[in-house]
């Protein structure tokens, strides 16, 4: 997908204004969120969890390169075959390469965000395979021709009227008003499409490195027939979805669904463990599993190393004030909210992607409900200050800073100021408390007023209280 | 093209990580040593229960996600449960069931209107019928290990999956049933955790049941094997 982070606050600006997407994200507050929550407190352990999680990714992450290794020699001793691909082109070139080994003419597709990532689905047309996504949120913005919005809601920025239409556009046949019409039809369409394919395309949650296992962790089960019902399978994945042994994998279970939908489990946890086997009645002939980087290991040499922590559970978005203001199509690539404001300027370059980690408020919400606690502000504070020595934001907003930081590092001529401005504001607000508009700030003032200064300046007041 | 991928990207992994030649050996010890010995982290309280208060938990906890539990006293009890069942929902009798020799003494030879055929499962099975190797007490979840009596199908592609679970198999955590799973020789090729039927909240984050895999689940906790 070709990404337009660098169109953001236009993007924003658009999503503001769209009262279904705004409908439909107002779902989340509702949803989601207060299910978290309710998961969590269910679970006397679960923040003992999230600190055990937190430590064993890092530990994994300090010694990816032997469980990379460790993974490898187990999944080969079972019969699955092991691809690794440092870029996206890399990638995209071993998964058509075994499709049209594998003769395919049509692949189906469970959700996996390193798929999009890498650009598969527009690889595979590109070579005339058709592929049809099986996990139900995919398959409408697949129908609808769009990126997916949200980590585990690919099409949670469709509202139950726009996929009715959607549905009886491409199904044929009357709208559909019912949740459960819908469904049906879904599985009516799709379950011919499982037949069809010699290739099923997965994603991991994780790998284990003990037993060589691919984990999938899904509500609908469509992992389970993608990779069950078709002769291979192919699984395209991160090189940081690594965990030691199942005993660990359980530690990332327990706080995974509890922190994405707040259920206690999700419907399918599935370990696949190799190929078929020799006496097995069903099962896919061949596993080929492929190890992506694209970057991976770039951002584990720096700065950002703990971002690799992440398991994709969508927390950081669901609780994010920006992201439910705008969704997440505005970020404008695969990764959205706190987590693609972290991860897309290493993956599309900051100049593409710098202003998604100036579009937050530094609230602290997605890092306190993270599940492997990335610290998320930390992190897009790093990139700021990378575009900041790049000189990426506009001229306006440098000197703005650079004069800001100029009295900020003189204290009496920041008092000064700051008594300066406020009398100013104060005056400029005749007296009413509030301030319609401001100079070069008509961007607050245009929807809401600004409160002016009363009763001095936060320095004098605090020094009279001293007093 | 892999191989050489493969060498640059733990190449790159090394050397952030600023590899010391000299402890590198017992590096490498230390983590085939925590492989080899895998030990479980925090298990939570609520798993850690036995006996009867296990079983009702699972029992609880499988309800709360629109699982159907009965307790049968005896194996040769399933096709009674299972008739009555696919009556209730209006279903034909008929079904799929893996062809593992333990639901030979299931009852079925005493229901001579049920149509049952053995093996995996296709796309016209409305109802399919399997055995699950342990039920997690934590979160009502069933464990489903693949092999050639058990074929994965059965418990994914029919709209009703009904899957027998001998009471001495509810164990209280996930690690306890991986325990298992280890005694027998490690995972097979699919090992399913079941918790609940399948649902998606894809429409409007409303959950509606029945995406891909079953819409309805029933699970028959057998109290004794008869394996007399």
Redesign the interface.
């Not at chain 2, 790159?12 to 990580?17: H, K, M, N, P, T």
């Given at each position: 997908m070709q990404p337009t982070s660098v169109r953001f606050d236009h993007q924003a600006r658009r999503a503001l204004a769209d009262a279904e997407l705004q409908r439909?994200l107002s779902?989340?507050r509702t949803?989601?969120q207060p299910a978290r929550a309710r998961a969590a407190a269910a679970?006397?352990?679960f923040d003992?969890?999230r600190d055990?999680a937190r430590d064993?990714k890092d530990h994994v992450l300090?010694?990816?390169?032997?469980?990379?290794?460790?993974f490898e020699a187990a999944a080969t001793a079972v019969g699955a075959r092991v691809?690794?691909?440092?870029d996206a082109a890399?990638a995209r070139?071993?998964v058509l390469g075994l499709c049209e080994a594998y003769g395919a003419r049509s692949v189906t597709k469970s959700k996996s965000m390193v798929a999009e990532e890498i650009g598969l689905a527009e690889a595979l047309e590109g070579r005339g395979i058709s592929r049809v996504e099986?996990?139900?949120?995919e398959y409408?913005i697949q129908l609808a021709h769009e990126p997916p919005s949200h980590l585990i809601?690919?099409?949670?920025h469709?509202?139950?009227e726009r996929?009715a239409k959607l549905f009886a556009e491409h199904h044929g046949g009357p709208e559909l008003t019912q949740?459960?019409a819908?469904?049906?039809e879904?599985?009516r369409v799709?379950?011919q499409k499982y037949?069809e394919a010699e290739v099923g395309i997965t994603g991991a949650n994780f790998l284990v490195?003990?037993?060589g296992?691919v984990i999938t962790v899904t509500?609908?089960?469509?992992a389970?027939?993608t990779q069950?019902?078709p002769r291979h399978h192919i699984v395209v994945t991160g090189?940081e979805k690594l965990v030691?042994?199942?005993?660990?994998a359980?530690?990332f279970?327990?706080i995974l669904a509890r922190s994405a939908?707040g259920?206690?489990?999700?419907?399918?946890?599935?370990?696949?463990?190799?190929?078929?086997?020799a006496?097995?009645?069903?099962?896919p002939e061949t596993l080929d599993i492929v190890?992506v980087?694209n970057g991976r290991?770039?951002l584990?040499?720096g700065r950002f190393r703990e971002i690799l922590r992440c398991i994709r559970c969508g927390a950081c978005m669901n609780h994010c004030p920006v992201y439910l203001a705008i969704g997440g199509h505005a970020y404008g690539w695969t990764y959205v909210g706190p987590m693609g404001a972290v991860l897309t300027p290493q993956f599309v370059g900051l100049e593409q992607a710098w202003k998604l980690p100036e579009a937050s408020t530094f609230c602290g919400r997605c890092e306190e409900v993270c599940p492997v606690r990335i610290p998320l502000p930390r992190l897009m504070r790093f990139w700021r200050e990378e575009a900041w020595r790049r000189r990426l934001p506009p001229a306006v907003q440098r000197s703005g800073l650079r004069i800001w930081a100029f009295l900020a590092t003189r204290p009496r001529l920041y008092r000064l100021a700051a008594r300066l401005g406020s009398g100013i504001l104060a005056i400029l607000s005749r007296g009413r408390g509030r301030l319609r508009w401001l100079p070069g700030a008509s961007g607050w003032t245009a929807a809401r007023d600004f409160p002016a200064p009363e009763g001095g300046t936060f320095f004098s007041r605090y020094q009279r209280g001293r007093r | 093209?892999?191989?050489a991928?493969?060498t640059?990207?733990?190449a790159?992994?090394?050397?952030?990580?600023g590899r010391d030649p000299a402890s590198e050996r017992r590096?490498?010890e230390e983590?085939?040593a925590?492989?080899a010995v895998?030990?479980?982290?925090?298990i939570?309280?609520?798993a850690q229960v036995s006996g009867e208060e296990r079983i009702e938990l699972f029992l609880r906890?499988a309800r709360?996600?629109q699982t159907d539990v009965e307790r049968l006293a005896h194996l040769s009890d399933v096709a009674t449960a299972t008739t009555r069942f696919l009556r209730f929902h209006n279903l034909p009798q008929r079904l799929v069931a893996v062809?593992d020799p333990l639901l030979d003494r299931a009852g079925f030879d005493r229901q001579p209107l049920m149509r049952l055929r053995r093996?995996?499962a296709n796309?016209e099975d409305a109802v399919g019928l399997t055995i699950a190797e342990a039920g997690v007490a934590e979160?009502g979840?069933l464990v489903l290990m693949?092999?050639?009596l058990r074929?994965?199908?059965v418990a994914?592609?029919p709209e009703t999956l009904i899957v027998v679970l001998p009471i001495e198999d509810v164990v209280g955590?996930?690690?306890e049933a991986?325990q298992r799973i280890r005694a027998r020789g490690?995972?097979?090729?699919?090992?399913?955790?079941?918790?609940?039927?399948?649902?998606?909240?894809?429409?409007?984050?409303?959950i509606?049941l029945?995406?891909?895999?079953?819409k309805r689940l029933l699970v028959l906790l057998v109290e004794r094997l008869d394996r007399t």
């Open positions: 439909a779902a989340i949803g989601w679970l006397p352990e003992a969890l055990l064993l300090a010694h990816l390169d032997l469980y990379l290794e460790a691809h690794w691909a440092r890399e070139e071993i099986t996990d139900l949120g409408i809601g690919p099409a949670v469709f509202t139950k996929i949740a459960e819908l469904v049906a879904a599985r799709l379950r037949f490195a003990e037993t296992s509500n609908e089960g469509n389970e027939l069950g019902l090189i030691p042994t199942m005993e660990d359980f530690t279970l327990r939908t259920q206690e489990f999700s419907a399918y946890t599935t370990v696949i463990t190799g190929p078929k086997r006496e097995d009645l069903d099962g190890l980087d290991s770039a584990h040499a | 093209m892999s191989e991928a493969r640059t990207i733990l790159r992994l090394a050397a952030a990580l590096r490498k983590i085939a925590r492989l895998p030990t479980p982290n925090l939570p309280a609520r906890m709360a996600v062809p093996g995996t796309v979160t979840t693949s092999s050639p074929p994965t199908l994914f592609l955590a996930y690690e991986w490690g995972p097979s090729r699919s090992v399913n955790f079941i918790t609940g039927p399948s649902r998606t909240g894809d429409i409007g984050q409303q509606t029945g995406a891909h895999g079953p």
